[in-house]
């Protein structure tokens, strides 16, 4: 009786594991999957059928299905549509065709530090160095680390550990979570030695704390903050004759990582700038408006950057050959997603915007607003990108978060606004798939 009842039992139905992994579709993913991720997925799948979730006869379907769904990534590719060119959680820059395709080919063995011809090693990313120099002929060398917190750790170890490092209190800024200039520069053993007030420094400022003691000059610029009103500060070329009469060398952090100045960004600082005025080093991320990977650039006169080279703390921050490669073809490739959003034609995004809003043709519900888009990242704060965004309820937003694809929105003033300026356009149709799903979720007009 128990044995009948036990063969009839649909659970005795369920596919074996060994049947399961057998399958066509399950021997594909095992060039993208792991043994034990493959085992645990047909588990689950089990599982599903043991508990009544599926029939037995659905177990291989949905193991298929779930295989599909299944990346080897657990970062889900999102659509900004915030309207912020450089946005922190997002991963800050999306980078270039050309830089996608070297992360493919730094993926394998590389001559990252080696010179075939002789077969000896080789200075360390040579190519990406060289095309840093390229595209700034003001610097006589270059040197890539981890980030931007990297390279100004080095400088300020190699150059004023155990002595002092002169900055103006105006520049004195937290730049992120966790990341305040003074905590930095003070875990490197150099001592922080303020000059003027938080409004105002004057060029006398430094030269009164210039002295025996100091290890550098440094000039950060604030970049996510803008103090106006009765304020004064000594550009860099006010503070290079101080730097040289004195023999200190003057450490320039520019941030963003502009390559020359642009009209656009009128207030932004650049490289370029910064190096012609006068700067021993400067300092900037790969990632801000270079629109390149995760990288800290540091640039200027061949003696002190080979000194900070050869500094101990250089090999705790070297950059590894994924971004020296991802670096050097934003830097030689075609244009940078960054530089594209940054410089979007207003009448093609109001063309887009518009075609947006009729295809989804919800009487009202979704209309074309003006609408500012930011260069965020820690650059250019203030600085409005005039433009425009489909103007949705705010319900949709989380809806948008959570679809296929995911698309972040910009929640404001109890609307979810939906800017195009960060989208590229080759994804536009995609994107009304997923706003119209998302407002079909919400039940049509409301
Ligand atoms: C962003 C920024 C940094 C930090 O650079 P990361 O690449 O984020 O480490 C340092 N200084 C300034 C002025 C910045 O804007």
């Known amino acids: 009786m128990t044995e009948q ?12 594991t060994d049947d399961l992994l057998a399958l066509p579709e399950v021997a594909a993913a095992r060039s993208r999957l792991s043994e ?3 085992r645990e997925t047909v588990r689950r799948a089990q599982d599903r059928a043991r508990s ?7 177990v291989a379907p949905a193991l298929v299905a779930d295989l599909a769904a299944r990346s080897a990534t657990s970062l889900r590719p999102v659509l900004n549509a915030t309207g912020v060119v450089v946005h922190t959680n997002l991963g800050r820059a999306p980078l270039s065709e050309a830089a996608v395709q070297a992360l493919v080919t730094a993926g394998g063995y590389v001559d990252v530090e080696l010179d075939l011809a002789s077969g000896v090693r080789s200075r360390r990313g040579a190519g990406t160095r060289e095309a840093l120099l390229a595209a700034l002929p003001e610097a006589e060398d270059a ?4 980030n931007g917190a990297a390279a100004l750790v080095l400088a300020t170890t190699a150059l004023g550990a155990g002595r002092e490092v002169i900055v103006s209190r105006g520049e004195f800024v937290e730049i992120g979570a966790g990341f305040r200039l003074s905590d930095l520069i003070a875990s490197t053993g150099a001592r922080l030695r303020e000059v003027g007030t938080t409004n105002r420094t004057h060029l006398a400022d430094y030269a009164d704390a210039v002295g025996p003691d100091t290890g550098c000059l440094l000039k950060v610029h604030p970049s996510n903050f803008r103090v106006s009103g009765f304020t004064a500060a000594v550009p860099v070329a006010g503070l290079r004759d101080l730097a040289l009469e004195r023999g200190v060398p003057l450490v320039v952090d520019v941030g963003s990582g502009l390559l020359r100045h642009d009209p656009a960004l009128p207030q932004e600082p650049d490289l370029a ?13 790969g990632d801000k408006l270079l629109g390149g990977p995760q990288a800290g650039l540091l640039l200027g006169r061949a003696e002190v950057i080979q000194r900070l080279a050869r500094h101990p703390l250089a090999r705790a921050v070297r950059a590894d050959k994924l971004s020296l490669a991802a670096l050097e073809a934003t830097l030689v490739g075609g244009p940078a997603p960054v530089a594209r959003s940054l410089h979007a ?6 063309e887009r915007t518009e075609t947006l809003a009729r295809d989804l043709a919800r009487g009202g519900a979704a209309t074309v607003v003006p609408h500012d888009g930011r260069v965020g990242g820690g650059g250019a704060p203030g600085v409005p990108l005039p433009g425009w965004a489909v103007r949705l309820p705010e319900a949709v937003a989380p809806l948008l978060r959570a679809g296929d694809p995911a698309v972040l929105p910009r929640v ?3 609307a979810c606004l939906v800017d195009l300026r960060c989208v590229p356009e080759s994804r536009d149709e995609a994107l009304t798939a997923a706003v119209r799903s998302a407002l079909d979720a919400l039940g049509g007009d409301s």
């Open 36 to 38: 034990a991720v493959l």
């Open 5 to 16: 009842r036990l063969a009839q039992d649909p659970r005795r139905r369920i596919p074996r």
């Open 52 to 58: 009544g979730q599926i029939a037995p006869d659905d």
């Open 143 to 146: 040197l890539v680390v981890n």
């Open 412 to 414: 404001h003033d109890g």
């Open 273 to 285: 700038s910064a190096l012609a005025d006068g700067a021993d080093v400067v300092i900037a991320s």
């Open 345 to 350: 034609d207003p009448g093609r995004l109001l």
